[in-house]
């Protein structure tokens, strides 16, 4: 009996000394490489930058390298190739990739809410009739401000992409209009503010909202089998980016937020003002997937008519864009607190 009660007592001082095993570091979860559109970056991709500084990958136990691209073409062709596993990509350049080149690729989230505008430093020419013949830019043709262009100019300036010159800059539109280079240019929201600040007043020709009051900005893009890989690791990429937006609503959590956005060379001011833009037109999605069908199904026969898909018959189903069932588990994985 004493040699028992001896035994118990010393495996119990064992187990008390004996190191508890840490769960599996993020490090030790297979990579997840991200391509962010826009060098320096945009202000569209700094959710990803909180994520990333404010331990939200950390905390899911995500692996995530995040990597610059000179645009969402530029990105979703490195998905495609296998060089990088997700991309944000313009919602009608991935609708194109699948009907002209039956791209194996799919969307599991989206920014629904365009902020894209034609402007103009020049505000005695600042109209449809104006625009026409002239130089406007944009990041890349086929990039994400091109295609906006097309949209705009077909859906509300009754003109087509032939009618203008496009200039590609990446993401130094603004930074050419404050330059004197060019007067028109595809302008995100947070760009306003930076050409203003440097003395340009900008007059807006037509917003992408007006000219296309269905259309879907952009969406988180991933190769299928790729997906069908590291499902697990992207499913907790996904919870750590959409949990790193709802902290960004937070006005509390403002001043953080907007200094790492400076990380897109904008002032501490600048990234504030533009943060309180964006988060006003629900720009990165916290409550669902943001793969509004009616939507998506409306960019989707939008292609025919601005000439981005010839073959009608080649349109993908929305159920053949999207698989909203990753969103569903990491909004399972973030309710759960993880």
Not at 218 to 234: P, S
């Amino acid at each position: 009996m004493l040699r028992r009660t001896i035994v118990a007592a010393a495996l119990l001082i064992a187990a008390a000394v004996m190191p508890v095993m840490p769960p599996a570091l993020a490090a030790d979860a297979p990579k997840v490489v991200l391509a962010l559109p826009g060098v320096p970056p945009i202000y569209l991709t700094v959710f990803a930058y909180v994520a990333d500084k404010q331990g939200f990958f950390k905390k899911y136990n995500a692996n995530v390298e995040l990597r610059q691209f000179d645009s969402g073409a530029a990105g979703s062709r490195a998905v495609i190739s296998g060089d990088v596993d997700l991309a944000l990509v313009p919602t009608a350049l991935t609708i194109g990739q699948i009907a002209n080149a039956n791209a194996d690729v799919v969307s599991i989230y989206g920014l629904p809410n365009p902020d894209w505008a034609i402007g103009s430093t020049n505000p005695n020419k600042a109209t449809c009739a104006d625009i026409k013949g002239q130089q406007v830019g944009v990041d890349t043709p086929g990039g994400a401000r091109s295609l906006a262009l097309k949209d705009m100019l077909v859906g509300g300036c009754h003109l087509t992409i032939n009618d203008v010159q496009q200039v590609p800059l990446g993401s130094n539109t603004a930074a050419a209009m404050i330059a004197g280079q060019i007067s028109y240019g595809v302008l995100h929201l947070n760009d306003v503010p930076v050409i203003e600040e440097q003395g340009k007043k900008v007059k807006t020709v037509i917003t992408l909202k007006d000219a296309v009051p269905t259309s879907h900005y952009d969406v988180l893009e991933v190769r299928r089998d790729r997906l069908k890989e590291k499902r697990d690791a992207i499913v907790r990429t996904l919870a750590a980016l959409v949990d790193a937006a709802r902290y960004m609503a937070d006005p509390k959590n403002a001043d953080t937020v907007a200094q790492i956005g400076t990380i897109t060379g904008e002032s501490h001011a600048i990234s504030k003002e533009a943060l309180k833009l964006f988060n006003g037109i629900g720009f990165w999605e916290i409550k669902d997937d943001g793969l509004d069908k009616a939507k998506i199904e409306a960019v989707t026969e939008q292609q025919v008519t601005v000439g981005n898909v010839k073959d009608p018959k080649k349109l993908p189903s929305y159920e053949r864009l999207v698989d909203r069932t990753v969103w569903h588990d990491a909004n399972a994985m973030i309710g759960a607190g993880h």
